[in-house]
């Protein structure tokens, strides 16, 4: 089972989201496996975007993930990084598919909903900034 890392925005938490975002990971059958609200300083956002620093967005991107609570979460599932990309659609919501989270939701390119990690090795180092391993939980999903 592979695992991503997930962070609800700001725009998410503010405008009453997190219930309706987090139930289309699990309408796709994707474990839910470690949950957090938190309030990222900037010294926070800036390290965990660090990859980005030159970047003309940099700066603007975190100081607003640091505006507000964030949510951020590990989902499990059986090619949970492309099928969670997918779900997610394209960053800027002008370009998402119709029918995903930023499509549905997303306010700009900014304040689009939701963070996905990119690939399987960000994903572990991602994972990891947010949540030791004691805080990860796996479970057995049944249908009823």
Same mark, same amino acid.
Request: aromatic share 10%.
């Given at each position: 089972?592979?695992?991503?890392? %997930? ?11 997190? !219930?309706?975002?987090?139930?289309? @990971? #699990?309408?796709?059958? @994707? ?7 938190l ?6 956002? *800036?390290?965990?975007?660090? %990859?980005?620093? !030159?970047?003309? @967005?940099? #700066? ?15 989902? #499990?599932? *059986? ?9 997610? !659609? ?8 119709? !029918? ?9 390119g ?8 990119d ?8 994972i ?6 004691? *805080?990860? @939980?796996?479970?057995?999903?049944? #249908?009823?």
């Open positions: 089972m592979e695992r991503t890392l %997930v962070i609800l925005k700001p725009d998410c938490v503010c405008r009453g989201l997190i !219930g309706e975002v987090v139930k289309r @990971f #699990e309408d796709e059958k @994707f474990n839910v496996i470690a949950l957090r609200m309030h990222l300083s900037v010294e926070e956002a *800036e390290k965990f975007y660090a %990859v980005h620093q !030159g970047k003309e @967005f940099y #700066e603007r991107l975190t100081r607003y993930m640091s505006s507000s609570s964030v949510v951020s979460m590990v989902l #499990e599932g *059986e090619n949970v990084m492309l099928r969670i990309r997918e779900l997610i !659609g394209a960053t800027d919501p002008k370009n998402a598919v119709s !029918g995903t989270i930023r499509k549905k939701y997303a306010l700009s900014l304040m689009n909903v939701v963070h996905a990690s690939s399987l090795e960000s994903a572990n180092g991602e990891a900034f947010f949540f030791n391993d004691k *805080e990860i @939980f796996h479970y057995q999903r049944r #249908e009823e």
